[in-house]
C-alpha cells in the first residue's frame, strides 16, 4: 500500500506542474485546452510543492504528512473542478491518494491515543525497594497455589510491580469465521491493578483492525476501530465490559505469579489440585478457577464472563487453557495458550496466543 501511494504523490503531484507551465506559457500544453492565468498557474505549482512535500514527509516517517496530504488533495481538487473539461479524471487519483492516507492519519490519532493511556500507567509505577517474595507469605494459601508458586520461580524472586509483555497468534471475531492474525503489546500495574492492551488484527491485506483493551480502578474499556479511524466497538463501563476486564486480569496473573499474594486477591481451595480466586475491585468482584498440574503448572484458567456487550449479553463459561511454558527472568509462565467459550451451541475457539517477549518491573 505504502508503494502505490509514493507512486501516486509523485505522479500525481508532478502532473499538476502542467498546469504551472501553461499559466506562464513557458510550454505548449495541448491537453489543457483552457486558459489559465498566471494566479491560478502559481496555484497549481504550489498544488505540486505539497503534494512532494507529502511524499518526503511519508518517506522521511514524519508526523505532518497526512495534514500535508489534506491540503494538496483540497487545493487540487479545487483545481481540478475549476478545469474540469482537462482535468476531471485526475479526481481518481484524488480519491485514491485519500483512501490510502486516512488509514495513516487514523493510526497517528490512534496512537496518541494509546500513548496518552499507557504513560499514567507506567509512570506510576514508581520504583521501591526491591521486595522478594518470601515463603512466608504464601503459607496461607492453597497448597495447590503454594506449589505453583514454587514451582514457577517466584518464591524467593523479586515481587512484580510492573510487567510489559508482546503476544502473537490467531483470532476468530465468530466461530464460522476464518482466523486472523494480530500482534499486540500489554502493560500491567500489579499493585494497583490495571492493564492496557494494544493490537492490531489483519482483517485483510492491507486492512488493520486496530484495538484497545483496558482496566482502570475496577471500569473497563473496549475500543476497536477499522483502519484506526472508524468505531466498530466503542464501550465502556458497564457490567459486562467491566468484569470481562477483572476476569480478564485475574487469569493473566499467571504471568506475574506474585500477584497471588496482594490483598485484591483471595483464594479458596476447591481439591488439591485447583482453588478459586476472588478479584475484588473498586465496587465489585469477580471470581475464576485455576487448575493446576501435579507438577505444579497452571493448566488452566475458567470462569464465567459475558459474550458480547449490551444488555442483552449473557454469561457463558471462559477457559484459558495452557499448551506451553517459557521462562522470562526467572519465572516459568505460560507461553503457549488458546482461548475457548462454552457457548450452548458448542466449543468457540476463539484466541491462540504465544507470549514473545516479557520483561518485569519489580
Given amino acids: 500500500m505504502k508503494v502505490i501511494l509514493v507512486l501516486l504523490l509523485f505522479f500525481h503531484g508532478a502532473i499538476h506542474i502542467l498546469g504551472f507551465l501553461k499559466g506562464f506559457q513557458l510550454a505548449k500544453i495541448s491537453a489543457l485546452s483552457e486558459t489559465i492565468s498566471k494566479p491560478m498557474g502559481v496555484l497549481w505549482g504550489i498544488t505540486t510543492s505539497l503534494f512532494l512535500l507529502t511524499l518526503i514527509g511519508l518517506l522521511l516517517k514524519k508526523e505532518f504528512w497526512p495534514i500535508l496530504a489534506f491540503l494538496a488533495l483540497l487545493l487540487s481538487q479545487t483545481l481540478l473542478i475549476i478545469h474540469w473539461q482537462d482535468a476531471k479524471f485526475g479526481s481518481i487519483a484524488n480519491l485514491l491518494i485519500l483512501l490510502f492516507t486516512l488509514p495513516y492519519f487514523g493510526k497517528q490519532l490512534f496512537d496518541k491515543q494509546i500513548l496518552a493511556e499507557k504513560n499514567p500507567l507506567v509512570n506510576s509505577l514508581q520504583q521501591t525497594n526491591q521486595d522478594t517474595l518470601s515463603a512466608e507469605e504464601i503459607i496461607h494459601l492453597p497448597p495447590a497455589?503454594?506449589?505453583?508458586?514454587?514451582?514457577?520461580?517466584?518464591?524467593?524472586?523479586?515481587?512484580?510491580?510492573?510487567?510489559?509483555?508482546?503476544?502473537?497468534?490467531?483470532?476468530?471475531?465468530?466461530?464460522?469465521?476464518?482466523?486472523?492474525?494480530?500482534?499486540?503489546?500489554?502493560?500491567?500495574?500489579?499493585?494497583?491493578?490495571?492493564?492496557?492492551?494494544?493490537?492490531?488484527?489483519?482483517?485483510?491485506?492491507?486492512?488493520?483492525?486496530?484495538?484497545?483493551?483496558?482496566?482502570?480502578?475496577?471500569?473497563?474499556?473496549?475500543?476497536?476501530?477499522?483502519?484506526?479511524?472508524?468505531?466498530?466497538?466503542?464501550?465502556?463501563?458497564?457490567?459486562?465490559?467491566?468484569?470481562?476486564?477483572?476476569?480478564?486480569?485475574?487469569?493473566?496473573?499467571?504471568?506475574?505469579?506474585?500477584?497471588?499474594?496482594?490483598?485484591?486477591?483471595?483464594?479458596?481451595?476447591?481439591?488439591?489440585?485447583?482453588?478459586?480466586?476472588?478479584?475484588?475491585?473498586?465496587?465489585?468482584?469477580?471470581?475464576?478457577?485455576?487448575?493446576?498440574?501435579?507438577?505444579?503448572?497452571?493448566?488452566?484458567?475458567?470462569?464465567?464472563?459475558?459474550?458480547?456487550?449490551?444488555?442483552?449479553?449473557?454469561?457463558?463459561?471462559?477457559?484459558?487453557?495452557?499448551?506451553?511454558?517459557?521462562?522470562?527472568?526467572?519465572?516459568?509462565?505460560?507461553?503457549?495458550?488458546?482461548?475457548?467459550?462454552?457457548?450452548?451451541?458448542?466449543?468457540?475457539?476463539?484466541?491462540?496466543?504465544?507470549?514473545?517477549h516479557l520483561k518485569y518491573q519489580n
Avoid at 477483572?246 to 506474585?258: D, N, Y
Avoid at 482453588?275 to 484458567?301: D, P, R
Fill in 145 to 356: 497455589v503454594q506449589n505453583w508458586l514454587f514451582q514457577s520461580g517466584a518464591v524467593n524472586s523479586p515481587k512484580a510491580i510492573g510487567v510489559r509483555l508482546s503476544q502473537s497468534g490467531s483470532l476468530k471475531t465468530k466461530p464460522d469465521s476464518k482466523w486472523l492474525y494480530f500482534q499486540a503489546n500489554q502493560y500491567f500495574n500489579v499493585r494497583v491493578p490495571a492493564f492496557l492492551w494494544v493490537t492490531e488484527v489483519e482483517l485483510f491485506p492491507g486492512v488493520i483492525l486496530s484495538g484497545r483493551d483496558r482496566l482502570e480502578e475496577g471500569t473497563g474499556e473496549m475500543l476497536i476501530k477499522l483502519a484506526s479511524l472508524i468505531p466498530v466497538v466503542n464501550e465502556k463501563d458497564n457490567s459486562p465490559i467491566n468484569t470481562g476486564a477483572m476476569i480478564r486480569f485475574l487469569g493473566e496473573i499467571c504471568w506475574f505469579p506474585s500477584a497471588a499474594v496482594n490483598e485484591y486477591i483471595k483464594w479458596e481451595e476447591i481439591d488439591s489440585l485447583s482453588a478459586k480466586a476472588t478479584f475484588t475491585g473498586k465496587s465489585q468482584s469477580v471470581s475464576g478457577i485455576f487448575h493446576f498440574t501435579e507438577a505444579g503448572e497452571i493448566s488452566s484458567f475458567e470462569a464465567l464472563r459475558y459474550f458480547g456487550g449490551g444488555k442483552d449479553a449473557q454469561r457463558h463459561l471462559w477457559k484459558i487453557e495452557v499448551l506451553g511454558y517459557k521462562t522470562f527472568e526467572g519465572i516459568k509462565v505460560p507461553a503457549l495458550c488458546r482461548v475457548i467459550w462454552k457457548l450452548p451451541e458448542g466449543d468457540f475457539e476463539w484466541l491462540q496466543l504465544e507470549i514473545t
